[in-house]
C-alpha cells in the first residue's frame, strides 16, 4: 500500500569486478543517495525536522542498513539544500525552493521561482483537542507504544474527527499541530481530487485516452490507454514499482529529471484494463496531464490547486513538490498537517461536497474511486474495503466497515474514512514492515466507532 522501499544492501555487497557491470551497485547507490537527499530536504526545510533523526527514523530503513552507514548526509542551511556523500564523493543533492519544497538536483531541471507568498493560515472549524474517550485513549496507548521485541512503529500523528469535530489527537514529541507532514503515496489520492475536479469542469473525462504525445503514432497500443486505466493501476505499462534500486519506479523519481516523460517511455507489456499493478508511474502520467490541462506551469498548478481545492476545505499551506520538468510528483510528494489532511479526508466523507455546501468533486465520484478494481483492495486513488480481497475482509472483520476506504503512504500515512460512522482518522508515521501498523489502527478505528455512536 504505497510501499517504496529500495533494498540496495545486497547489491551494494557485490562490489567485485564481475559483480560491477551484472549488478550496477554504482546505480544502486545512486537511487540510495538520491532517496536520502531528497526525504532529509524536505523534512529538514519543510517539515522543520532534526536531519539526523530523519535520517535514521526514515531513511536507513528505505535504503537498507549497508548503504545507510556508507552514505552521509550534508545539510546546509546557508543553502538550503542537501548532499549525500559515499565512496564516491557526492553522489547526490537536493535542493529547497520556498513554496515548492525540496528536489533533486539533475540534469535537464528546469528552475524554480521561489513563492514567499504562504503561511496561509488553515480554518478554525475541527474544534479545540476533546478529553480522550477511555476506549479511545486506550487504542491510542497502543498505536504509539513501542514494544522492544515488535517492529517499530514510530507514529507521529493522529488525529480522530468525528462529525466534522476533533475527538482526539496526539503527537510524538518534535511534531505538533503546525508540522506539515510527509504523505508519501497519499498524494495520490490528492490527484484523484484535481483530477474530480477537472471532470466537474468538464475538462476531462476519466473513460478519456491520456493522450501522451509519445504514444502518437497510430499503431501503438499505449494509445488505448485511458485516464480510469491509469487512476485504477490497470494501465498495463511496464512500470514495476518493487523492493529495488532498480525498478523503472526507483529510476524515474530518483534518476530522472522528467518522470512523466521516463514512465511515458516505458512499454505496454499487455493491454490496459486486464490486471491491477500498483504503480506511481501511472500516477505521474496523470499528473503531467493535469498540469497540461492547467496550465502556467508549477505556479500554475498551485495557484488551481489552491483555489478549487485546499481554499474551500479551509486548508492552510499545502506543499506540492515538482519534479525538473515541472510536472507535480502527485504520485509521493505531498505536505501539509495532520488536521488539513483530516480536511481533505472530510471532503470524501460528505460525497465531495464542503462544510459550505460547496459541491468540488462529481457527484458519483466518491462511490467510484472507493469501487474495487478487478477484485483488488484499490479502486482509483485509494485504497478500499470494498470487494472480495482478502486483506478488505480482514479489514472488515477487524471493525473497519465495508464502506470504509482510505489514502496510505509507505511507512503508514494514512487518512482512513469511514461514511457509516461520519468517520476520519488521520495516521502518519514512519512504521516498519510486515503491515505497518495497520493492526493497531483498525483496532483504533473500531474503538473509535463504538465511542462515538
Not at 488536521?339 to 459541491?359: E, K, N, P, S
Request: hydrophobic share 45%; charged share 20%; glycine share 10%.
Amino acid at each position: 500500500m504505497g510501499r517504496r522501499t529500495y533494498i540496495v544492501a545486497g547489491v551494494v555487497a557485490a562490489l567485485g569486478v564481475a559483480g560491477w557491470f551484472v549488478a550496477r551497485p554504482d546505480q544502486a547507490l545512486r537511487v540510495a543517495a538520491g532517496v536520502a537527499a531528497h526525504h532529509v530536504c524536505s523534512l529538514t526545510f519543510v517539515s522543520g525536522q532534526d536531519a539526523q533523526t530523519t535520517y535514521r527514523e526514515l531513511v536507513v530503513p528505505m535504503i537498507g542498513n549497508v548503504a545507510g552507514h556508507w552514505l552521509t548526509p550534508h545539510v546546509s542551511a546557508e543553502r538550503q539544500s542537501v548532499d549525500v556523500s559515499g565512496l564516491f564523493g557526492v553522489l547526490a543533492s537536493a535542493d529547497f525552493t520556498p513554496g515548492y519544497g525540496c528536489r533533486l538536483r539533475l540534469p535537464g531541471n528546469h528552475p524554480l521561482a521561489a513563492d514567499h507568498a504562504t503561511h496561509r493560515v488553515a480554518a478554525d472549524d475541527l474544534g479545540p483537542a476533546q478529553p480522550e474517550p477511555p476506549a479511545i485513549a486506550a487504542a491510542l496507548d497502543r498505536l504509539f507504544r513501542e514494544a522492544p521485541d515488535k517492529p517499530v512503529k514510530r507514529v507521529k500523528a493522529v488525529v480522530v474527527v468525528k462529525e466534522g469535530k476533533v475527538v482526539a489527537e496526539r503527537y510524538a514529541a518534535g511534531f505538533d499541530a503546525r508540522t506539515p507532514l510527509l504523505g508519501f503515496s497519499v498524494a495520490k489520492s490528492f490527484t484523484n481530487a484535481l483530477i474530480g475536479i477537472l471532470v466537474r469542469q468538464g475538462r476531462l473525462r476519466v473513460d478519456g485516452p491520456l493522450a501522451a504525445a509519445e504514444w502518437n503514432a497510430p499503431d501503438d497500443p499505449r494509445r488505448a490507454i485511458t485516464i480510469e486505466d491509469l487512476m485504477r493501476m490497470r494501465s498495463g505499462l511496464a512500470l514495476e514499482e518493487a523492493e529495488s534500486a532498480f525498478s523503472p519506479v526507483a529510476r524515474m523519481e530518483f534518476l530522472h529529471a522528467d518522470m512523466a516523460g521516463f514512465a511515458a517511455t516505458q512499454p505496454a507489456k499487455e493491454p490496459p484494463g486486464h490486471h491491477f499493478e500498483y504503480t506511481s508511474g501511472d500516477t505521474v502520467l496523470l499528473s503531467r496531464r493535469i498540469g497540461e490541462l492547467v496550465g502556467g506551469g508549477p505556479a500554475g498548478l498551485r495557484a488551481f490547486a489552491r483555489r478549487e481545492l485546499f481554499d474551500p476545505l479551509g486548508m492552510g499551506d499545502v506543499t506540492m513538490e515538482f519534479d525538473g520538468q515541472g510536472t507535480f510528483v502527485g504520485s509521493t510528494y505531498v505536505y501539509a498537517t495532520a488536521r488539513d489532511y483530516a480536511r481533505f479526508g472530510m471532503l470524501f466523507l460528505r460525497d465531495g461536497v464542503t462544510t459550505d455546501h460547496r459541491r468540488l468533486l462529481p457527484e458519483g465520484w466518491v462511490a467510484w474511486s472507493r469501487r474495487s478494481t478487478l477484485g483488488a483492495p484499490y479502486g482509483a486513488g485509494f485504497w478500499t474495503n470494498d470487494g472480495p480481497s482478502l486483506p478488505a475482509k480482514w479489514r472488515v472483520e477487524g471493525g473497519f466497515p465495508k464502506d470504509g476506504f482510505f489514502a496510505s503512504g509507505t511507512l503508514g500515512q494514512r487518512i482512513y474514512i469511514v461514511p457509516s460512522a461520519r468517520l476520519v482518522v488521520v495516521r502518519f508515521g514512519y512504521s516498519a514492515p510486515p503491515d505497518y501498523g495497520i493492526q493497531d489502527d483498525v483496532a483504533l478505528i473500531k474503538a473509535a466507532i463504538q465511542a462515538t455512536r
